[in-house]
């Protein structure tokens, strides 16, 4: 079995400061690790994935998470908020040996204010 | 990222009749794709997986005959909500990936549809 836990519903970000949002995972198997953004009444757009090789993944929009095994975390980062990374953001997680379904944290909603 | 198209992207519909939301992978082939619900400030919840050319598999809960789920081809996926009724309004959002063996780890999400049943 797999899971997500994003253990924060909201979090509130000054404009400029840096920003994290966490995530804990749970596989069997080796992890497949995703961060989604999801924009008001829009599907979610793709941010970054860990795979496989460095620990630190830098993706879209000067996102980057730091995958930790023996913490099993993959924390959301960027060192400057700005006004408008306000949105969902969701955590995913898959086996690596599992051609199947991914499964969602319930998301984290970050609010950055100017 | 890959395009994936979901249409339409607001449907109204009169209770009891059917309704009918594509979603199309635009620049890959998509040999699984996944069909969401998401209710208001809620996380995704997954109704059925489809691979190209077979039956969906429904998660618990999920009504076959209601929700029915076509993958007919590797660009391709249709949800029917069929005899739709006010408590069907929602926000329903497809993704779809790549086989593995194309590298494709990541699944990439249509726009979603906002169906209200009245």
């Known amino acids: 079995a797999q899971s997500v836990a994003q253990p924060e519903d909201q979090v509130n970000v000054a404009e400029g400061n840096p920003l994290t949002v966490k995530c804990t995972y749970s596989?069997?198997?080796?992890?497949?690790l995703f961060w989604y953004v999801q924009y008001p009444n829009r599907g979610l757009q793709f941010l970054l994935k860990?795979?496989?090789?460095?620990?630190l993944v830098k993706g879209s929009y000067g996102f980057e998470a730091e995958f930790n095994k023996s913490q099993t975390s993959f924390h959301l980062k960027k060192p400057s908020a700005l006004v408008s990374d306000s949105a969902l953001y969701f955590c995913a997680v898959r086996d690596a040996t599992n051609a199947g379904k991914s499964t969602f944290g319930d998301g984290t909603t970050l609010t950055v204010k100017p | 990222g890959a395009v994936v198209s979901q249409h339409p992207s607001r449907v109204i519909c009169k209770s009891g009749t059917s309704v009918k939301i594509e979603c199309r992978s635009l620049d890959f082939q998509a040999t699984t794709m996944f069909w969401y619900r998401q209710f208001p400030k809620q996380s995704l919840m997954l109704m059925a997986t489809?691979?190209?050319?077979?039956?969906?598999?429904?998660e618990q809960g999920v009504e076959k005959d209601k929700f029915l789920i076509n993958h007919a081809s590797l660009t391709l996926s249709t949800l029917t909500v069929t005899s739709a009724h006010p408590e069907d309004s929602s926000f329903y959002i497809c993704s779809a990936r790549g086989g593995y063996k194309q590298g494709n780890t990541e699944a990439f999400f249509g726009q979603g549809t906002r169906l209200t049943v009245v």
């Open positions: 860990y795979i496989t090789g460095d620990n």
């Open positions: 489809s691979n190209e050319g077979s039956k969906a598999t429904y």
């Open positions: 596989v069997s198997g080796n992890p497949y």
